[in-house]
């Protein structure tokens, strides 16, 4: 995840990788040294040598390791360099082939992440640079290379032209300085409106439900940016993309965005409504999980609509997700959301009390997900659940909200292994 390694600070919070779960005997618990030389020394005692070694009234914590490489990572890597070096080598139609058969098998990363997306994103990745580049220095990016890959997207298959798409999306929003959009432009540019334009004449005559593709909705959902009617669409838009792709968070989290002010709703109050009637209609695959997963990034973008949510239901619904979704990447993902988006020092000045009431509820329930459904930490994972999840994870988060968040995820590591949370 670009952003990521290049944080210097980051690993140092942490130190080195420590063994796995796997990897140690069972009842064992890890402690630290530090060697002679300085180096960092880790012992695995038994449980019966570090019961003996506790105060009698000091409670004996079982001691996570801390992973910084993993299985999202990789796979993100993988999908991403294979587009990309599909699309440097102009071979559009193993690109297209690949993405039409990885969306058919609705595969995702660990944590949720479409891998048909981050195919499409990796082909389209030096075209975005190099016009971010130009972007910057004042000028227009290579329109002829453009109108080529218009060209090539035209010729009636769908995951190119799709990817190309989402490329004049990737491109209008980088006249606004966004990427990732962090809100619907206010008064969008010509550029914004014209790159727009193109890619909606792309989607134009594809119907994801006769393709059966969570992309190409996604996709269309994509445009809504540049759509006058957006807000009278939204909802059937994200409808169709949720039944085409019912057990992926992704569509669920970003249909809870886009029905926050700053997008497409009207109040917090329909957004808990919204939550509510997808939830009770998946509730055979998500339990209450669905109400969750809307209202997580509606609240890490906007605290104040956590006076509108049952914060009760939303709470039982993270653990509903981690009952049917037992993999790490997402119980990091909420132990981040709870820990840091919905950390006490987070909320802004003059939050009513209700909102603030519904986030404490939030906060409570990290020490339960860390407690019993995680058995190692990842801070990279933790950080992406602090924020929306717009974004692909190779775009890049601000170096200094994430030295911020990985200070609060140090420290809470540090409490953890010193005993001092309690329930």
Request: proline share 6%; hydrophobic share 45%; aromatic share 6%.
């Amino acid at each position: 995840m670009r952003g990521l390694p290049d944080l210097s600070s980051l690993r140092s919070l942490f130190g080195g990788e420590t063994p796995s779960p796997e990897a140690m005997p069972q009842g064992a618990l890890m402690s630290e040294g530090v060697t002679p030389e300085g180096g960092r020394q880790i012992r695995i005692r038994s449980a019966a040598e570090a019961r003996a070694e506790a105060p009698a009234s000091t409670e004996v914590r079982r001691l996570l390791p801390i992973r910084h490489a993993t299985r999202e990572q990789s796979a993100f890597r993988a999908y991403f360099d294979k587009g990309r070096t599909l699309a440097r080598q102009d071979r559009w139609d193993l690109l297209s082939r690949m993405i039409r058969e990885t969306d058919r098998l609705r595969e995702t990363s660990p944590a949720g992440v479409r891998m048909s997306d981050v195919l499409a994103a990796g082909a389209r990745s030096d075209m975005v640079s190099a016009a971010r580049k130009a972007i910057h220095r004042g000028a227009q990016p290579c329109d002829a290379s453009l109108a080529d890959l218009d060209d090539l997207a035209s010729g009636g298959d769908w995951p190119l032209a799709a990817t190309v798409a989402r490329l004049h999306m990737d491109l209008a929003w980088l006249y606004h300085g966004d990427l990732p959009p962090v809100s619907r432009p206010a008064r969008p540019s010509i550029s914004f409106e014209a790159h727009m334009a193109r890619a909606a004449r792309l989607l134009d005559g594809y119907s994801p439900i006769e393709e059966d593709s969570p992309m190409l909705a996604e996709a269309r959902i994509g445009l809504l940016a540049g759509d006058v009617e957006a807000r009278a669409r939204m909802r059937d838009d994200f409808e169709d993309l949720i039944d085409l792709d019912p057990a992926n968070p992704g569509p669920l989290r970003a249909f809870g965005l886009y029905l926050t002010p700053d997008w497409y709703g009207t109040d917090a109050a329909a957004i808990d409504t919204a939550a509510s009637a997808t939830a009770d209609r998946l509730a055979d695959i998500w339990g209450d999980g669905a109400y969750a997963w809307i209202w997580l990034d509606a609240l890490s973008t906007d605290a104040e609509t956590a006076a509108a949510c049952d914060a009760t239901r939303l709470r039982r619904g993270l653990f509903d997700i981690l009952d049917r979704v037992e993999k790490q990447e997402v119980a990091n993902l909420l132990a981040g959301f709870c820990a840091l988006a919905m950390a006490p020092g987070r909320a802004p000045a003059g939050l009513s009390e209700a909102a603030r009431s519904s986030r404490t509820v939030l906060y409570s329930a990290a020490d339960a997900i860390i407690e019993h459904h995680m058995t190692e930490i990842r801070p990279e994972l933790w950080l992406r659940g602090a924020r929306p999840a717009l974004a692909l994870p190779e775009q890049p988060m601000s170096p200094a909200d994430l030295a911020a968040d990985a200070a609060q995820i140090a420290a809470i590591v540090k409490a953890r292994r010193s005993g001092a949370r309690h329930h």
